[in-house]
């Protein structure tokens, strides 16, 4: 109900204010088109996924995602290719997305028998407030650079942003999708004291999202403003080829991405009031730094302020892990991360040069190809010489699946 207020001040709020390149009735309907998915997720689908997550049947919601996606972009194609409105396109992008929820909505109710009649004499979630405050922080610090650009910076700086930040979510929900389930299953070990077996579990978590993270995000570094000159070939509104922006933005959001393995275990045993200050604090320093820089240094500004506030988070989240929940030494995560460093520096040696013979996807596909093969080497041998049991383990896993 809050979105849904929000959504209503924004489409009489947001065309008065900044949006003026275009009319009044545009943009509202635009808005209105965006958010109707949205709200259907939010009213009457985040609490079924919760619950088959619970249950570790997220693979579920994993069909349905896929199947959506192949659907919306189908018609998405056919859409544009008959010359319809951004509105419509958009509309029809949602009414597509309303199918997840109603489907998840409709097999809870068909597998579960939940009593929807229950009173509580006092409050069953204890640290429920704590909880909405770590995720709105999160989403927060998520949101803050399109926010800051909006308001201190221009739109163009908007568009170029947007731009750099689809290929960015795209790369760090690929690498989410790989570990879809972790948390349920560190949170079944923690429920039943299994220290032993979830320190054990943790490790290879952590050393397979550092690897995992550094070779894809270290091929995206790479490969980030190439396919960009690819992807914005032919449109002149804006410079969108920005190395150094796209240097930084990648980092930042490596670094993030590095967090998920400590945060799945705060995640995992409940601890959002001990740990919320984090979030809030990360949130503040990526508000207070992108807002003071962005006037100096438009995407590079924000792009420093989301570096030092998502590495704050990351480094924090480990250090409280490591002193409060697994007693996972933090001198794993130093050293990790010093693999990590030697990876990147090594393979971005070997591939910077690595030219785009041609402004086309197929001439960035092969780039890309090589790419991909020379970090994959680099990192094969790194990890070899210094995770070796790690490494075996994962290659026995990868065999007996194949």
């Known amino acids: 109900m809050i979105f849904l207020m929000y959504v209503i001040v924004l489409m009489f709020i947001y065309p008065l204010t900044v949006n003026k390149n275009f009319g009044f009735f545009y943009t509202v309907t635009l ?11 939010y009213y009457f689908g985040i609490v079924n996924n919760i ?5 570790q049947k997220e693979y579920l919601s994993n069909v349905i995602c896929v199947l ?6 189908i018609a998405c194609a056919i859409i544009i290719r008959l010359g319809a409105s951004i509105q419509i396109v958009k509309l029809s992008t949602s009414l597509i997305y309303i199918i997840r ?13 939940i009593n929807n009649m229950i009173t509580y004499n006092e409050e069953p979630i204890k640290q429920k407030w704590n909880g909405m405050a770590v995720h709105f922080s999160y989403y927060v610090l998520e949101a803050t650079d399109n926010i800051v650009l909006t308001v201190f910076s221009t739109l163009t700086n908007v568009s170029i942003y947007s731009v750099y930040n689809i290929v960015i979510i795209g790369v760090k929900n690929l690498i989410a999708s790989m570990s879809k389930g972790f948390t349920s299953l560190m949170g079944d070990m923690i429920a039943k004291k299994e220290s032993e077996k979830l320190q054990s579990f943790f490790s290879y978590v952590e050393w397979f999202y550092h690897t995992g993270t550094t070779l894809i995000f270290g091929c995206t570094g790479i490969l980030l403003v190439p396919f960009i000159q690819v992807y914005t070939d032919g449109v002149h509104d804006a410079n969108y080829i920005q190395p150094l922006f796209s ?7 490596a670094i993030h991405t590095l967090r998920s393995p400590y945060n799945m275990i705060i995640q995992a045993a409940g601890h959002y009031k001990q740990t919320q200050n984090n979030y809030v604090i990360a949130t503040i320093l990526n508000i207070i730094i992108s807002i003071t820089t962005v006037k100096i240094w438009g995407l590079i500004g924000v792009s420093i302020g989301t570096l030092i506030a998502m590495s704050y988070q990351t480094v924090w ?8 929940i697994i007693n996972w030494p933090f001198k794993y995560f130093s050293k990790q991360c010093g693999v990590d460093f030697l990876t990147v520096i090594v ?10 013979l041609s402004v086309t996807y197929i001439a960035w596909f092969i780039q890309a190809v090589e790419v991909f093969i020379v970090w994959s080497a680099i990192a094969f041998i790194i990890n070899w010489i210094f995770y070796k049991d790690k490494l075996t383990t994962a290659l026995a896993m990868i065999k007996r699946r194949l």
């Not at 929820?101 to 028998?113: A, D, E, H, I, T």
């Not at 989240?317 to 409060?324: A, D, E």
């Open 247 to 253: 240097f930084l933005i990648t980092l930042a959001n």
């Open 347 to 356: 393979a971005s040696l070997a591939t910077f040069r690595i030219p785009l």
């Open 101 to 113: 929820p109603l489907f998840l909505m409709w097999y809870v109710r068909k597998n579960y028998r």
């Open 317 to 324: 989240m480990s250090w409280y892990n490591s002193q409060n």
């Open 31 to 41: 808005i209105g088109a965006v958010c109707i998915s949205s709200f259907a997720q």
């Open 51 to 55: 619950l088959l997550t619970a249950d």
């Open 68 to 73: 959506t996606l192949i659907l919306n972009t």
